[in-house]
């Protein structure tokens, strides 16, 4: 059998993989990369995403470094109008497949390999159409690019059972031409935002709210979209944003506190103003879009659906009956599912994660320049540079993703070429923001003074919170 010798072996060429690869390549001039994924192209579960897919945030920092996505314009019309654009699911596939056209094929350092697997236990690469094998020999370490990787609806096995004549669909097959006869009825079975999504699509599309049924296990809290906006006109929701979050974490008495003050402040949004959100999953929405979502009133809360039949749900908490022949569309699939948090630098390992909450590109491309410039130091080191920020689940785990969050920003504020590589990261979004305000604004500057004063005792107050959580 061959051998192949490589520095790095990077599995998984989705968002976070080729993130790292990207930022690698140029922050480690003497390295050589091999990059496998099991699929033919590039994009990772992109690549299986549903057709009306978005971003959550503005394309303006999602992908890689080293090549724009987008075009920075803002949205004229529609429920994101007078926001930065977000990049659709084929979108964000095709500029994937360019980036690896134009920056990976060809490069003296690079060796992609689509199309094959890693076989950890036996150290060998696999093409899964020619069965050709390779050995693999890993002059410094394996990248876990995967680790991370969502569960979406085209791929997910169902948690529940379909009774015979039940007619179950996933949102991809929703675009699709329909039989002869229009359903009398659709109810979508999922809170998160892959729901959102397919009610939306469908309302836009015609579908009335009375035709409509929503299975909701559990309400979220969900990011209000304009504070995730870069540039000058969005300082005040953006910057100003994270200073009102600061205040609040460092004054909410409770997790429960935390959340209403952070809707109280525009930081956050919830869909049904009568219910208090259980679950934040990081989704996000503008207030139009919210509004949108309301209009659905057929809202089922009786738990998870554990059998779908044709006139009716058999749920956790009891049965609902719906017409007869309702369409049924699967969004339990989970972006998030629980993955228990581990050290990203590991001995001839790293395990992808974020070190920055909700940004896996951002993430990845930072523990890449990590390795490069502070791997010599050790994990130990490269760990307190670039630490786990665990994703929340429940409430009770936002504070303490957010005080980890917080703790990696006071790292890299001390080590000025980390600092100047963030402020220069298309990926941060926000640096450049903070640290270009021209010195006679003083308004703007305040702003920034503020949210650094808040730091401490917001990182006091969450310790707390976590503890109670």
């Not at 654009?85 to 690896?100: K, N, W």
């Not at 060809?106 to 159409?129: F, S």
């Not at 930072?366 to 409430?395: I, Q």
Request: glycine letters at 8%; proline letters at 7%; hydrophobic letters at 40%.
């Amino acid at each position: 059998m061959r051998t192949l010798e490589t520095d790095y072996l990077v599995i998984g060429a989705g968002a976070s993989g080729l993130a790292f690869v990207d930022t690698l390549l140029d922050e480690s001039p003497d390295a050589h990369i091999t990059l496998v994924d099991r699929r033919g192209l590039p994009g990772g579960h992109w690549n299986d995403s549903y057709p009306f897919v978005t971003l959550h945030q503005p394309s303006a920092f999602y992908g890689v470094n080293s090549m724009e996505l987008g075009t920075g314009r803002k949205d004229t019309q529609g429920l994101n109008a007078g926001l930065l654009e977000l990049a659709s699911g084929p979108e964000i596939c095709g500029y994937y497949q360019r980036f690896v056209r134009q920056r990976l094929a060809g490069h003296p350092r690079m060796d992609y390999r689509p199309l094959t697997r890693w076989h950890a236990d036996e150290g060998v690469v696999e093409n899964t159409l020619s069965g050709d094998r390779c050995r693999v020999a890993v002059r410094r370490k394996v990248v876990d690019a995967a680790y991370m990787s969502p569960s979406v609806p085209a791929t997910h096995r169902r948690r529940f059972a379909v009774a015979k004549g039940a007619q179950v669909v996933a949102p991809n097959e929703l675009p699709q031409p329909g039989g002869s006869h229009a359903p009398p009825a659709c109810c979508v079975i999922g809170a998160g935002k892959t729901a959102m999504d397919a009610l939306t699509w469908l309302l836009q599309v015609g579908v009335p709210p009375a035709a409509l049924h929503w299975v909701v296990p559990r309400d979220s809290w969900l990011v209000n979209r304009i504070t995730t906006q870069t540039g000058e006109e969005f300082f005040r929701d953006s910057i100003g944003g994270q200073a009102r979050q600061m205040q609040a974490a460092a004054e909410a008495i409770s997790v429960d506190d935390l959340f209403l003050r952070l809707e109280a402040c525009g930081q956050l949004l919830r869909i049904h103003g009568d219910r208090l959100p259980t679950m934040f999953h990081l989704a996000t929405l503008t207030p139009p879009e919210a509004r949108w979502l309301a209009q659905v009133e057929q809202v089922i809360r009786l738990g998870h659906v554990r059998a779908v039949e044709p006139d009716g749900l058999v749920l956790e908490q009891g049965r609902v009956a719906l017409p007869a022949g309702t369409l049924f569309i699967d969004c339990t699939a989970s972006a998030v599912e629980p993955r228990a948090v581990q050290p990203i630098f590991q001995p001839g390992r790293l395990v992808l994660q974020l070190v920055r909450l909700p940004q896996p590109t951002f993430s990845a491309a930072l523990v890449a320049y990590v390795e490069a410039h502070h791997g010599a130091a050790g994990d130990k080191a490269c760990n307190a540079l670039a630490g786990t920020v665990p994703f929340p689940y429940r409430l009770a785990d936002y504070p303490r993703a957010l005080l980890a969050n917080l703790w990696n920003q006071l790292q890299w504020s001390q080590h000025p070429p980390l600092r100047q590589w963030i402020r220069a990261s298309r990926l941060d979004g926000f640096g450049r923001l903070m640290s270009g305000i021209p010195e006679h604004d003083t308004a703007r500057r305040d702003v920034v003074a503020r949210l650094k004063a808040l730091g401490p005792a917001a990182m006091t107050n969450l310790q707390r919170l976590a503890v109670q959580g």
